[in-house]
């Protein structure tokens, strides 16, 4: 990560702290430090920045608002957070998630690095902020509006994290603190986890040299313990069409084939959508997280105009979590079900019954370690040369790599099961939904000795970004008053090197491998799922499951491998010999070459009493793209179970290659006037873009291992997309009555057109049939005869008579029946990246108060904003109707009362934001929705004479939890539980 700002956030940062120390001066107070003097500094950001530009910063060397850099960001008007383990983690600005806003540090543009779910090739550009401690921050400003200076990829914002240099903090200055965490979310006995930091800076020879270092080093302990349940939604009712999808109501009572038309309760009609759950879980998560960051900086005035800085920048964020999971999973045989009424409707209640073949209670447990690390370095030259010219020469080479730290890759699943479950319910009617079962005569779900492993699947990921970036930069400001006030012009040279690379191995023995007594009872231990859901409405229903047995992990793959050889001989991908790290058969390079010039003027003038200023620029981007892709080619099917069917892969794989390239004009107006004193008027036009995530660029084929009785399926990327392109538009008056408090009123606007859908092609590949469609499967339908065969019948036929064409694992007991000529070939639906011509607009409106009351110490900060979209997705329609909406459109608020005066200081801060779309699947076009959510967050502390200070916080102080659903509010996606956590420490500054 770099060092040095671009010219325009040089200059924003610098007119702040220039106003700072002015209104000190004028006013003849002395705030050095605390929370007043860290509102004021971020208020003189905003007052004197072009365009919209709102700020935080740092309340004392190595003392930031907030111990996590998202969970500052959402006291910003407009910004809500993504928590990831109950830790912010990503940020949404007005609307537009991650994905849509670039992080800069110092004005450079950062490689980000994540390995995303665990089960797919990573490809997000999204910056995670849990890789920064806040410790080594000195402010953060979001650009919300377009600038020439300002590098792009952000229709949402530029967000630019800036860091000390000692050169603008002369003399010797440090910081030491130490902390203990006390987070209520673990699982087990709740352990203190210690957070060490320190900076440093000092300047020499008359202030002619400094060097600045910081660093940190912390360990968390936590817990995430969730509620998922999938369905199958978007369903029309009875006599509309769909009746015969998978899962759906019966309608028929004349062909009541699973005797089941009369457990329905208020079955939708025709014209009600509804959804049926797939599967129910409660997962239980134990992780731990250690983050070491540190940055040392070199400055040197060289001349007394020529000033040269270099610095390095690392970070550590290692992340292992540990989960384990009870559910169940529908067949959708001879089922009952209660429902809401329409259009949308609620399911109350679902539940199956096995009758003589009982099914199973499936345990699963799963590890997934990962590390992601950073390196910059970073140099930049900086010449004050004569007749108000400004020249600065920034370079720095980046990386960002993630990959796993554990000897079985970035995620592995290994499942077992009890074969016990006569009947199964989840009932949807609270919170927590509840999940209950009866055992078959003679079995018990919850008994050790009766289990049975199953399926398991090993994840190997690996993402790694590098940017080298050259920035040429000129300012040329008059030395007399004049109508032209400066000149910024430029050049920006990025080279963005993407490589992303995934592997997997799976064994699909969910009928079982082996039997019980494979399993020694001692790898098992108690979890009680009443205590990890407790305070969650519906945690204390007599029926929900009390309790389960988890297992050791890592013992259990030893196991296995052992005994069945899961790692050496799975049924799907390959290991590297001697592991389970699984090959990686995928292997996606994407090259972004961009070149950028720009150009930009601010001029002055007065307008009646009052001063005003306008600011015009263009911006001009290329981008050239080059993407190369390793992909598997399949060779072959199975038919692996009665609902089970792989694909196989040949040896011979290649890369493959394809380009694109775009270009951009980008303007941006900025005007500003201050008709009266102390109030601003603003109004400001930009084009901003988005450039697409690397999955969507990425030039090879990907195809799903698993293909069901309609078809297989896959994606590829398409390099030659376009750039997400927003025209802004934003106007807002601000009131500065005060040292540190003032109000403001702003509208914006963004019309938004380049969205990326999916399209689709249907492609077929030699030798790889279908045998579920195949004259063997029909002569077994006919040979049956009518009524409900099983998909285990038509097996077991094919078997006993073709058995020349099945394949039998000795190791897994486990017969596949094998795609063979005279099978159809398999229809794949591929999934392509397309820019659409669908156009949307956002705006909204941003409300925002800073006050701080007399002289008294206690203050407030209140905002509100309001956003709003034309396309929003239509919940009553059902999934074959494809539909485009916007998504992450929310209104949200903040509330923080503070007291800062003498040497005690406190905050108390509310942050709120609304239920919102959190996303949409396509074809099927079906949706899930984050439900309304706030936390409270408290902070205190006390400094005494001698540079000592002894602080505590609390973050999700009322211990707040968060659900996710689909169409209705009542079909739970998601529903985990909140904890407060605490800390405590002291920090020593001189």
């Known amino acids: 990560m770099g060092l040095s700002a671009t010219q325009a956030m040089a200059q924003d940062a610098t007119a702040g702290e220039e106003a700072a120390e002015e209104v000190v001066a004028e006013d003849d107070v002395i705030v050095v430090t605390g929370i007043r003097a860290s509102l004021r500094d971020a208020m003189n950001i905003k007052r004197n920045a072009q365009g919209v530009v709102d700020a935080i910063s740092a309340e004392d060397i190595g003392k930031f608002p907030d111990t996590n850099l998202a969970e500052s960001l959402q006291r910003i008007t407009g910004v809500s957070i993504d928590r990831e383990n109950g830790e912010g983690a990503r940020v949404t600005v007005r609307g537009f998630g991650p994905e849509y806003n670039l992080v800069t540090l110092n004005g450079r543009q950062m490689p980000t690095s994540t390995l995303g779910d665990g089960a797919s090739a990573p490809s997000s550009r999204s910056f995670d902020f849990g890789n920064l401690a806040s410790e080594a921050v000195v402010a953060v400003e979001v650009y919300k509006t377009g600038r020439a200076t300002v590098p792009s990829g952000g229709i949402g914002s530029s967000i630019n994290i800036r860091t000390p240099r000692p050169l603008n903090n002369p003399g010797f200055s440090g910081s030491f603190a130490v902390k203990g965490v006390y987070d209520e979310s673990e699982n087990d006995d709740v352990s203190i986890t210690p957070e060490v930091s320190g900076v440093i800076s000092k300047t020499f020879a008359e202030d002619r040299i400094g060097i600045a270092v910081t660093g940190s080093y912390q360990k968390r302990k936590s817990g995430f313990n969730q509620f998922f349940s999938e369905f199958r939604d978007g369903y029309l009712g009875c006599g509309s069409g769909y009746e015969n999808e998978w899962g759906a109501i019966p309608c028929d009572p004349g062909n009541d084939w699973r005797g089941n038309y009369n457990l329905q309760e208020n079955r939708p009609d025709a014209n009600t959508v509804y959804a049926v759950p797939q599967n129910g879980s409660y997962n239980v998560t134990n992780i731990d997280r250690e983050r070491i960051n540190g940055q040392a900086v070199l400055q040197a005035k060289l001349g007394d105009n020529v000033t040269a800085t270099l610095d390095y920048t690392f970070s550590q964020n290692t992340v292992e979590a540990a989960q384990s999971s009870v559910g169940i999973w529908f067949n959708h045989v001879t089922t009952s079900s209660a429902w809401g009424d329409g259009p949308v409707a609620d399911i109350l209640f679902y539940s199956e019954n096995f009758g003589g073949a009982p099914s199973d209670l499936s345990y699963s447990g799963s590890l997934t370690a990962n590390r992601s690390i950073n390196h910059s370095l970073g140099g930049n030259i900086e010449w004050e040369a004569p007749n108000g010219f400004t020249f600065t020469l920034d370079a720095h080479s980046s990386s960002a790599e993630s990959k796993p730290t554990l000897p079985y890759g970035s995620n592995l699943s290994v499942g077992t099961a009890v074969f016990n479950v006569q009947t199964q319910t989840i009932d949807y009617t609270s919170y927590l939904p509840v999940i209950s079962y009866t055992n078959a005569t003679g079995t018990d779900g919850n008994d050790v000795a009766q289990r049975f492993a199953t399926g398991n699947a090993f994840r190997n990921a690996y993402f790694k970004d590098e940017i080298d970036q050259v920035q040429l930069s000129g300012n040329y400001t008059p030395e007399a008053d004049s109508f032209l006030q400066s000149l910024d012009f430029g050049v920006t040279y990025t080279n963005n090197r993407v490589q992303s690379a995934y592997g997997f191995i799976q064994n699909d023995t969910w009928g079982g491998l082996g039997t019980p007594a494979d399993i020694p009872d001692d790898i098992f231990f108690p979890i009680s799922v009443t205590d990890a859901f407790r305070g969650l409405e519906g945690v204390d229903n007599p029926n929900i499951i009390q309790s389960f047995y988890g297992f050791d992990v890592e013992r259990m793959v030893d196991l296995l491998e052992s005994q069945f050889g899961i790692c050496s001989s799975p049924a799907t991908g390959a290991a590297q010999p001697g592991t389970c790290l699984a090959v990686q058969d995928i292997d996606r390079r994407i090259t972004e070459k961009t070149l950028a010039p720009y150009a930009e003027a601010a001029f002055s003038f007065d307008v009646g009493a009052g001063e005003a200023h306008l600011i015009t620029g263009l911006r001009y981007e290329v981008t050239d793209v080059d993407s190369r892709a390793l992909s598997l080619i399949p060779d072959g099917s199975a038919w692996v179970a009665a609902n089970e069917f792989n694909l196989s892969y040949a040896d011979a794989r290649d890369f493959t290659r394809?380009?694109?390239?775009?270009?951009?004009?980008?303007?941006?107006?900025?005007?500003?006037?201050?008709?009266?004193?102390?109030?601003?008027?603003?109004?400001?036009?930009?084009?901003?873009?988005t450039r697409p995530t690397y999955d969507n660029l990425q030039g090879g084929l990907s195809l799903n291992p698993l293909f069901r009785v309609d078809g297989g399926d896959g994606n590829q990327g398409n390099p030659n997309l376009l750039p997400f392109k927003s025209e802004n538009f934003d106007a807002s008056v601000e009131w500065y009555y005060g040292n540190a408090s003032y109000m403001s009123v702003g509208y914006f606007r963004k019309n938004v057109e380049n969205y990326i859908t999916v399209g689709g092609i249907q492609q077929f590949f030699e030798g790889v049939y279908q045998p579920y469609n195949g004259p063997r499967a029909a002569e077994a339908r006919a040979a049956l005869g009518g009524g409900a065969i099983s998909n285990d019948d038509i097996r077991a036929y094919i078997i006993a008579n073709y058995p020349e064409t099945t394949s039998f694992?000795?190791?897994?007991?486990?017969?596949?029946?094998?795609?063979?000529?005279?099978?159809?070939?398999?229809?794949?639906?591929?999934?392509?990246?397309?820019?659409?011509?669908?156009?949307?607009?956002?705006?909204?409106?941003?409300?925002?108060?800073?006050?701080?009351?007399?002289?008294?110490?206690?203050?407030?900060?209140?905002?509100?904003?309001?956003?709003?979209?034309?396309?929003?997705?239509?919940?009553?329609?059902?999934?074959?109707?494809?539909?485009?909406?916007?998504?992450?459109?929310?209104?949200?608020?903040?509330?923080?009362?503070?007291?800062?005066?003498?040497?005690?200081?406190?905050?108390?801060?509310?942050?709120?934001?609304?239920?919102?779309?959190?996303?949409?699947?396509?074809?099927?076009?079906?949706?899930?929705?984050?439900?309304?959510?706030?936390?409270?967050?408290?902070?205190?502390?006390?400094?005494?004479?001698?540079?000592?200070?002894?602080?505590?916080?609390?973050?999700?102080?009322?211990?707040?939890?968060?659900?996710?659903?689909?169409?209705?509010?009542?079909?739970?996606?998601?529903?985990?539980?909140?904890?407060?956590?605490?800390?405590?420490?002291?920090?020593?500054?001189?």
């Open 809 to 990: 694992n000795p190791v897994t007991g486990q017969t596949a029946i094998l795609g063979v000529p005279g099978d159809p070939l398999l229809e794949f639906n591929i999934s392509v990246p397309i820019n659409s011509d669908q156009k949307a607009t956002i705006d909204g409106w941003e409300f925002a108060l800073q006050h701080n009351f007399w002289e008294t110490g206690f203050g407030v900060i209140l905002n509100y904003t309001i956003v709003n979209g034309d396309a929003e997705f239509d919940n009553t329609q059902p999934y074959r109707i494809p539909q485009f909406a916007l998504v992450g459109l929310s209104d949200s608020a903040n509330a923080v009362l503070f007291y800062d005066k003498g040497p005690f200081q406190a905050r108390a801060a509310w942050n709120w934001r609304d239920d919102f779309l959190a996303g949409y699947s396509q074809n099927p076009t079906n949706p899930f929705y984050r439900d309304e959510y706030w936390q409270i967050d408290a902070s205190a502390s006390y400094e005494f004479d001698n540079g000592l200070t002894v602080f505590a916080e609390a973050i999700n102080l009322t211990g707040e939890n968060l659900k996710g659903y689909r169409r209705s509010e009542n079909n739970t996606f998601f529903a985990y539980r909140g904890a407060p956590r605490y800390a405590a420490g002291v920090r020593f500054s001189f």
């Open 658 to 689: 394809a380009k694109g390239s775009y270009d951009f004009w980008l303007p941006n107006i900025d005007f500003d006037i201050e008709p009266i004193q102390d109030v601003i008027f603003r109004a400001s036009y930009s084009h901003t873009i």
